[in-house]
């Protein structure tokens, strides 16, 4: 006579779960461990994808024949192809249509000489090229929003452009000393969201809320949800802190200076 054993229904429905997690977690797992070898054939694959899928997207640096910005978004979206290829038309198009290769010192000079945001002459103490937002000097209801959002592109491609050999990310600074209702401006801020998410995937390496008022408080906690794993990045401190973490005594930005 044949025996049958019957598991639990709690012990089975586990089981169940456990076992689609852990096929997620290999999925995932040998999509993101490639040979230099299968990168190389992925990168191409999206490449003669692009070309024809996509006539119309602009070649060169940056464009659909970037064989390092093709394996950047791949690397973003764990080289999932169709991911990859969505995001990365997606932020072309993007580029494209913003004008961004058009952006220059003269085209944003007017709103960079408010002084609201900045790239730092010095990188941090790990290297990374520092890009200074002052909250303080930022009046959404005096200043045109393109005009921010230019000045905001330049100041990232220019962050980018000083990225020193085995650096992939920037340090975002927003010093909020000084912030007042007049500077809070929810849009600009989704903005911002958006572009390092969609267009500039993993380039922010971290976000330091420096001296934030109790004021700032209602729009970080609307904010902070539109991060999702964002937020991870973002740490509170004190203008002390950025000093004596962050940058030595010769490469501090002047306006933390004691």
């Known amino acids: 006579m044949a025996l049958r054993f019957s598991l639990p229904h709690t012990f089975s429905a586990v089981s169940s779960v456990s076992l689609r997690k852990s096929l997620r977690f290999c999925k995932a797992f040998c999509h993101t461990q490639q040979t230099p070898v299968q990168t190389r054939e992925l990168v191409q694959e999206v490449k003669k994808r692009l070309e024809k899928e996509y006539p119309e997207l602009p070649v060169g640096r940056n464009g659909k024949n970037d064989e390092d910005m093709i394996l950047w978004f791949l690397k973003d979206r764990k080289f999932q192809v169709e991911e990859a290829m969505n995001k990365l038309t997606k932020a072309i198009k993007w580029r494209q249509d913003f004008g961004v290769s058009d952006l220059?010192?003269?085209?944003?000079?007017?709103?960079?000489?408010?002084?609201?945001?900045?790239?730092?002459d010095f990188p941090d103490v790990n290297g990374r090229?520092?890009?200074?937002?002052?909250?303080?000097?930022?009046?959404p209801a005096k200043q045109e929003p393109l005009e921010s959002e230019k000045l905001c592109v330049f100041l990232i491609e220019k962050a980018l452009s000083r990225l020193p050999s085995g650096k992939e990310d920037i340090l975002g600074i927003f010093d909020l000393r000084g912030f007042s209702p007049d500077n809070g401006d929810i849009s600009f801020l989704m903005f911002m969201i958006d572009v390092f998410y969609t267009y500039y995937p993993r380039r922010l390496g971290q976000v330091l809320f420096v001296?934030?008022?109790?004021?700032?408080?209602?729009?970080?906690?609307?904010v902070k949800p539109l991060l999702k794993s964002y937020a991870s990045l973002v740490r509170f401190c004190s203008a002390d802190t950025v000093r004596k973490e962050y940058f030595t005594q010769e490469t501090v930005p002047d306006a933390f200076r004691e």
Not at 211 to 222: K, M, T
């Open 104 to 120: 220059t010192d003269e085209s944003v000079r007017s709103i960079a000489s408010t002084g609201k945001a900045y790239v730092h």
């Open 129 to 139: 090229p520092v890009l200074v937002v002052v909250a303080s000097k930022h009046f």
């Open 211 to 222: 001296d934030a008022p109790f004021v700032f408080q209602p729009i970080w906690l609307l």
